[in-house]
């Protein structure tokens, strides 16, 4: 075990948005009951939830008091961790998803590297989609970057994929910069407010150990395209304002974020053949000057792509519509 037992026993508030996960919910709370780490406390917030979710809740306070819940009209995720925001009592914010479920060894493990590398002020681990892995006995290895390299990797580089639920902010960044999330935007809600935490930081720490897992969930809010996937594009337009204001020199680097978004969507809604997504897409936003930008994209199916909705959206329509039928 790489572990280390030198980590501060400070507390960790973890944020839990609940919306009709009772299939899943008892394995997700159970796994915060298991941690290694004990100092924390759990802010569930029922996010109107139809089913048994909210008698789940009032059972694990009633078991353990680290445990608290709230509830709310359905709103949606963002409105729940906003309120739940306000409910946190820990110098340390995590998430966790209410379908998914934590390694033991997950909060101590952030904490070590809190601890071991005080001179960043965002921490992050990776994930796995394999819901039985366990870090016993694994190797791992621990990175340090600047914010500038932090943006320019998530933005360019393919294989870097930080998520919010792999990360342990503080909680007093949060609170002086009144970072939230906002409110309906239910796509690119995470990176947003992630990106806007990275601003105000200089270094970020992470691992590569896989102490978290996500869960592969059909029902959920990912796991298909609709009208509401381009609030994504919004969220990536906040970004850029975001960063303007702050007269930053990442602010081109969002632009191209932006870029990449659009330039997503429109391949996800002709690979589904979502004509009417799609045309949304065209006559909603200025996809063709976007595909123009990434001309210059670091991926070269990103060039060829976006060069070929340059040449023709319909071709570039059909083409995807053609691949995701033999997909």
């Given amino acids: 075990m790489q572990f ?20 899943f919910l008892i394995q997700t709370l159970d796994s915060i009951r298991n941690q290694v780490y004990t100092n924390w406390e ?4 029922n996010d109107g939830s139809r089913d048994n979710t909210e008698q789940i809740l009032k059972h694990y306070t009633k078991l353990d008091n680290r445990f608290k819940f709230f509830t ?28 998914d479920t934590i390694d033991p060894y997950h909060l101590k493990h952030l904490m070590d590297m809190s601890y071991n590398y005080a001179s960043s002020d965002l921490w992050m681990c990776s994930f796995t989609r394999n819901m039985n892995h366990h ?4 190797e791992f290895n621990i ?8 943006v320019n990797q998530t933005i360019f580089n393919h294989n870097f994929n930080p998520q919010l639920w792999c990360m342990l902010f503080k909680k007093d960044i949060i609170t002086t910069h009144r970072l939230t999330f906002t409110n309906g935007c239910t796509r690119g ?4 407010f992630y990106m806007k935490y990275i601003l105000h930081i200089q270094n970020i720490t992470y691992s590569n150990a896989a102490t978290y897992h996500y869960r592969v ?10 009208i509401n996937s381009l609030t994504s594009i919004d969220a990536a337009e906040r970004l850029i304002a975001y960063y303007k204001d702050a007269q930053s020199d990442l602010t081109s680097t969002m632009q191209i974020h932006k870029d990449y978004v659009i330039w997503k969507l429109c391949i996800v809604a002709s690979l589904e053949k979502n004509k009417k997504l799609f045309h949304t897409l065209i006559n909603t936003y200025d996809v063709k000057k976007s595909m123009s930008r990434l001309f210059t994209y670091p991926r070269l199916s990103v060039k060829i792509s976006s060069f070929m909705y340059y040449i023709s959206a319909n071709f570039f329509y059909n083409l995807f519509c053609l691949i995701g039928k033999y997909k």
């Fill in 135 to 138: 870090l016993i006995n694994k």
């Fill in 217 to 226: 969930n059909s029902q959920s809010a990912m796991s298909s395209m609709t």
């Fill in 42 to 45: 759990a802010i569930c917030i």
């Fill in 72 to 99: 709310q009209k359905n709103q949606g995720v963002s409105a729940a961790r906003n309120l739940a925001l306000k409910f946190c009592n820990g110098e340390y914010i995590c998430f966790v998803d209410s379908d």
């Fill in 189 to 192: 809600e995470d990176r947003e």
């Fill in 143 to 150: 990175n340090t970057i600047t914010k500038n390299d932090f």
């Fill in 4 to 23: 280390k037992p030198n980590s501060i026993d400070m507390l960790i508030s973890i944020i839990i948005p609940c919306y009709n996960t009772e299939s």
